[in-house]
């Protein structure tokens, strides 16, 4: 059926009046366009008011494309019912019909009132947004609803206050649709931040946002999801390549997580398009064959795009377990790129040439170098192949060279180790079995050593790193006889005695200055033919077969023949001085004085004074010879005493003018005092020190009587004279 547009303003108008009670004043439009259909349908309700008509189009190659319009009836009672679709209308290949766009200054009169600008961009918006999509009849009655709501109409046929709350929903949601540029749209994504273990950024929001009224579409509740084409270049919706465009659907403010995966470290582009973005231009549809009507119109399609830059790998080298020829280079992890390649390469350039190594990401990022020339520095550069990471670089140097000239010598418990210096070596250290010690000079000892015991033994030069390592080994062996002593002691024999030793099987015993040896199984041992009076050390060593011997010494002395004989060379009130003969070499003298404050004491001289006796007393003196712990008889006791206290003698002498005094026999270091009488006191006038010799002379100036006091002392008694 062939519907021609009706270019006359008039007739389009007065149509519209008589049957809508609309009045539109416009200018006149240009001849529509011709839309081609296969099918056609009306979903009016029963009678001939509050029609919704959908005329689905399917495409008729290569003229028309496919395309989906829902038609809404304005009210004008014309039209078809359902049940008298005309067959005719089914098998129509072509539908025509005349179209108009009403413009911001025509002149829009419904139910009896002129439509205000937001008013028609409010009933633009709900036809245009629920008309074209909507996905029942109820919404479709619910959108009548709302638009004879904003006009103030009277409920229709189909449009009962069933449908008053979905309709008010839809009035809520386009109240504020004002402004001059309320229709226009802006899409603005939130994108996270690049996560490099992924190689992805999240998608994790969009707004679509109303210009004039700042309402957020993606916001509002359209009984069906807000769905967004995106984009994507220099990226992949997915882990792997290809996978460039796809749609988001967001439900009421709620959108799903969309990662987008670089390909490679570069600009990235994301395309979002809303193409269902309801258009605020009301559109006039006549044709003979159904009512006047207000068309959907949709709206040129929403776009913005948003670049992202995808950074390269910031990698890291460390360099590690360094010793004098390797090394192992270790990179943080490498992650493949889509588009990337899965090589990288570890290079080490030193003095003496460079070397490399080539290894998959997948793999661990580790590479050990052998080969490598001590006390040098090395510098390590990883590289990937598709230069998708920034190089990372470090520097290492080798350790030196192992220690030279090393020597081990051991004790049972202990071991002595030393080597030669090592150039660039700042310390060692040195391993005994599992004792371990740094130092850093060339010889050290440890010790904490089992006897009998086998240990490795190695020595490493440390310089910026541990170096190599230079190795021996030692047997520690047997441990040293102990409490070593000699008993029984005699001019010319000893007994030796010591602790047993584990493992030793027979004790060899040496003396210094013989020419003998004695062997013994036990830890006993009777040394004869000695020299009486001399001090002797006797080695005891411990013996088994294969192993090394540990040795230990008892020193003692055999008893003199005879003791020395003492003289009395000197007498005191307080002392006696002694001396005697000498004996062997080493000897020392044990002297015993028996009496009154009577001592013993013991020196190496062959004399001595005894000090602190008591004066005009006897005593005995009796004297041993000391050889180690060896001793002489004492010797027969010799009888003598100490001398009586001397009495000191004062003389007074008087001139007319002074009293000359002069002391004798007091004791050397004595203070004499010289005291003058005045009145009836004696005042000290003078003090005097008698001398060595026990003299003192001095002069006293007075007339009056003086009074000399002599103190006593050890070896004299107290005098007092007056003259």
Same mark, same amino acid.
Request: proline share 6%; hydrophobic share 35%.
């Given at each position: 059926?062939?519907?021609?547009?009706?270019?006359?303003?008039?007739?389009?108008?007065?149509?519209?009046?008589?049957? $809508?009670?609309?009045?539109?004043?416009?200018?006149?439009?240009?001849?529509?366009?011709?839309?081609?259909?296969?099918a056609y349908a009306d979903f009016s309700c029963s009678g001939t008011t509050g029609k919704i008509s959908r005329a689905k189009a399917y495409a008729i190659p290569p003229t028309y494309p496919e395309t989906n319009e829902w038609l809404y009836?304005?009210?004008?009672?014309?039209?078809?019912?359902?049940?008298?679709?005309?067959?005719?209308?089914?098998?129509?290949?072509?539908?025509?019909?005349?179209?108009?766009?009403? +413009?911001?200054?025509?002149?829009?009169?419904?139910?009896?009132?002129?439509?205000?600008?937001?008013?028609?961009?409010?009933?633009?918006?709900?036809?245009?947004?629920?008309?074209?999509?909507?996905?029942?009849?109820?919404?479709?009655?619910?959108?009548?609803?709302?638009?004879?709501?904003?006009?103030?109409?009277?409920?229709?046929?189909?449009?009962?206050?069933?449908?008053?709350?979905?309709?008010?929903?839809?009035?809520?949601?386009?109240?504020?649709?004002?402004?001059?540029?309320?229709?226009?749209?802006?899409?603005?994504?939130?994108?996270?931040?690049?996560?490099?273990?992924?190689?992805?950024?999240?998608?994790?929001?969009?707004?679509?946002?109303?210009?004039? *009224?700042?309402?957020?579409?993606?916001?509002?509740?359209?009984?069906?999801?807000?769905?967004?084409?995106?984009?994507?270049?220099?990226?992949?919706?997915?882990?792997?390549?290809?996978?460039?465009?796809?749609?988001?659907?967001?439900?009421?403010?709620?959108? +799903?997580?969309?990662?987008?995966?670089?390909?490679?470290?570069?600009?990235?582009?994301?395309?979002?398009?809303?193409?269902?973005?309801?258009?605020?231009?009301?559109?006039?549809?006549?044709?003979?064959?159904?009512?006047?009507?207000?068309?959907?119109?949709?709206?040129?399609?929403?776009?913005?795009?948003?670049?992202?830059? !995808?950074?390269?790998?910031?990698?890291?080298?460390?360099? *590690?377990? /360094?010793?004098?020829?390797?090394?192992?280079?270790?990179?943080?992890?490498?992650?493949?790129? /889509?588009?990337?390649?899965?090589?990288?390469?570890?290079?080490?350039?030193?003095?003496?040439?460079?070397?490399?190594?080539?290894?998959?990401?997948?793999?661990?990022?580790?590479?050990?170098?052998?080969?490598?020339?001590?006390?040098?520095?090395?510098?390590?550069?990883?590289?990937?192949?598709?230069?998708?990471?920034?190089?990372?670089?470090?520097?290492?140097?080798?350790?030196?060279?192992?220690?030279?000239?090393?020597?081990?010598? =051991?004790?049972?418990?202990?071991?002595?180790?030393?080597?030669?210096?090592?150039?660039?070596?700042?310390?060692?250290?040195?391993?005994?079995?599992?004792?371990?010690?740094?130092?850093?000079?060339?010889?050290?000892?440890?010790?904490?050593?089992?006897?009998?015991?086998?240990?490795?033994?190695?020595?490493?030069?440390?310089?910026?790193?541990?170096?190599?390592?230079?190795?021996?080994?030692?047997?520690?062996? $047997?441990?040293?006889?102990?409490?070593?002593?000699?008993?029984?002691?005699?001019?010319?024999?000893?007994?030796?005695?010591?602790? !047993?030793?584990?493992?030793?099987?027979?004790?060899?015993?040496?003396?210094?200055?013989?020419? =003998?040896?004695?062997?013994?199984?036990?830890?006993?041992?009777? $040394?004869?033919?000695?020299?009486?009076?001399?001090?002797?050390?006797? #080695? /005891?060593?411990?013996?088994?077969?294969?192993?090394?011997?540990?040795?230990?010494?008892?020193?003692?002395?055999?008893?003199?023949?005879?003791?020395?004989?003492?003289?009395?060379?000197?007498?005191?009130?307080?002392?006696? #001085?002694?001396?005697?003969?000498?004996?062997?070499?080493?000897?020392?003298?044990?002297?015993?004085?028996?009496?009154?404050?009577?001592?013993?004491?013991?020196?190496?001289?062959?004399?001595?004074?005894?000090?602190?006796?008591?004066?005009?007393?006897?005593?005995?003196?009796?004297?041993?010879?000391?050889?180690?712990? *060896?001793?002489?008889?004492?010797?027969?006791?010799?009888?003598?005493?100490?001398?009586?206290?001397?009495?000191?003698?004062?003389?007074?002498?008087?001139?007319?003018?002074?009293?000359?005094?002069?002391?004798?026999?007091?004791?050397?270091?004595?203070?004499?005092?010289?005291?003058?009488?005045?009145?009836?006191?004696?005042?000290?006038?003078?003090?005097?020190?008698?001398?060595?010799?026990?003299?003192?002379?001095?002069?006293?100036?007075?007339?009056?009587?003086?009074?000399?006091?002599?103190?006593?002392?050890?070896?004299?008694?107290?005098?007092?004279?007056?003259?």
């Amino acid at each position: 059926m062939g519907l021609h547009r009706r270019a006359s303003i008039t007739t389009l108008s007065t149509a519209v009046v008589s049957a $809508l009670a609309v009045t539109i004043a416009m200018a006149p439009a240009a001849q529509a366009d011709t839309l081609s259909y296969n099918a056609y349908a009306d979903f009016s309700c029963s009678g001939t008011t509050g029609k919704i008509s959908r005329a689905k189009a399917y495409a008729i190659p290569p003229t028309y494309p496919e395309t989906n319009e829902w038609l809404y009836d304005a009210g004008s009672g014309q039209g078809l019912a359902p049940s008298a679709w005309n067959p005719t209308f089914l098998a129509a290949w072509q539908v025509r019909w005349d179209d108009r766009v009403i +413009e911001s200054d025509d002149d829009l009169v419904m139910n009896g009132q002129s439509l205000t600008a937001a008013q028609k961009k409010q009933i633009a918006f709900i036809v245009n947004r629920w008309g074209i999509f909507a996905d029942s009849s109820s919404q479709f009655y619910a959108v009548r609803r709302a638009i004879d709501k904003i006009t103030g109409a009277t409920t229709g046929a189909c449009t009962t206050s069933n449908y008053d709350q979905l309709a008010t929903n839809m009035i809520n949601q386009v109240s504020t649709l004002i402004g001059s540029e309320t229709g226009k749209v802006t899409i603005t994504p939130t994108i996270g931040d690049f996560d490099p273990a992924t190689r992805s950024f999240t998608l994790t929001d969009i707004a679509v946002r109303d210009k004039g *009224s700042g309402i957020d579409y993606a916001e509002m509740d359209s009984h069906e999801a807000l769905t967004i084409d995106a984009t994507i270049t220099g990226a992949s919706f997915r882990p792997q390549p290809g996978y460039t465009t796809r749609e988001i659907s967001i439900n009421a403010g709620v959108i +799903e997580a969309v990662k987008v995966y670089a390909t490679q470290p570069g600009d990235v582009e994301l395309t979002l398009t809303y193409n269902r973005m309801p258009s605020l231009d009301l559109r006039v549809l006549e044709g003979s064959h159904m009512a006047r009507q207000i068309i959907a119109t949709r709206s040129v399609p929403a776009t913005t795009t948003t670049g992202l830059v !995808a950074p390269k790998d910031i990698g890291t080298l460390n360099a *590690s377990n /360094i010793t004098a020829t390797t090394a192992t280079i270790a990179s943080s992890p490498l992650l493949p790129w /889509i588009d990337g390649q899965d090589t990288a390469t570890v290079a080490l350039t030193s003095p003496d040439g460079p070397s490399s190594r080539i290894m998959t990401l997948a793999q661990a990022s580790t590479q050990t170098f052998t080969g490598l020339t001590p006390s040098t520095t090395y510098n390590a550069r990883l590289t990937r192949a598709d230069g998708f990471a920034s190089p990372a670089t470090t520097t290492f140097t080798t350790g030196p060279v192992a220690p030279t000239g090393l020597r081990v010598t =051991s004790t049972s418990t202990s071991a002595a180790v030393s080597w030669n210096p090592t150039p660039g070596a700042t310390s060692y250290r040195v391993t005994v079995g599992t004792l371990e010690r740094t130092v850093t000079a060339t010889s050290t000892q440890i010790t904490g050593l089992t006897p009998k015991t086998s240990y490795p033994v190695s020595v490493q030069s440390i310089g910026d790193n541990p170096g190599a390592i230079a190795t021996s080994a030692i047997r520690t062996p $047997l441990a040293p006889p102990t409490a070593t002593r000699a008993t029984n002691t005699t001019a010319t024999t000893a007994t030796l005695t010591w602790g !047993a030793v584990p493992g030793a099987v027979t004790y060899l015993i040496r003396v210094d200055g013989m020419t =003998s040896t004695w062997t013994s199984t036990s830890t006993t041992a009777t $040394l004869t033919g000695l020299t009486p009076g001399r001090t002797y050390t006797a #080695t /005891i060593a411990a013996t088994a077969p294969g192993e090394a011997i540990s040795q230990a010494t008892a020193t003692f002395a055999t008893t003199p023949n005879t003791p020395p004989a003492v003289k009395i060379t000197k007498r005191t009130p307080t002392t006696l #001085t002694l001396s005697w003969t000498r004996g062997p070499a080493g000897s020392r003298y044990e002297i015993r004085v028996t009496g009154k404050s009577g001592k013993t004491v013991t020196t190496p001289s062959t004399s001595t004074t005894i000090t602190g006796l008591t004066a005009a007393s006897a005593y005995t003196v009796s004297v041993r010879t000391l050889v180690g712990s *060896s001793s002489s008889p004492w010797q027969t006791p010799v009888t003598t005493s100490t001398t009586a206290k001397a009495t000191p003698t004062v003389g007074i002498k008087k001139t007319k003018k002074a009293r000359k005094i002069s002391i004798t026999n007091a004791a050397p270091g004595t203070k004499i005092c010289v005291e003058v009488l005045k009145g009836k006191k004696w005042r000290r006038a003078k003090t005097v020190t008698a001398t060595n010799k026990g003299t003192a002379n001095l002069t006293v100036t007075t007339r009056n009587k003086v009074r000399v006091i002599v103190p006593a002392s050890p070896s004299t008694r107290k005098v007092v004279r007056s003259k």
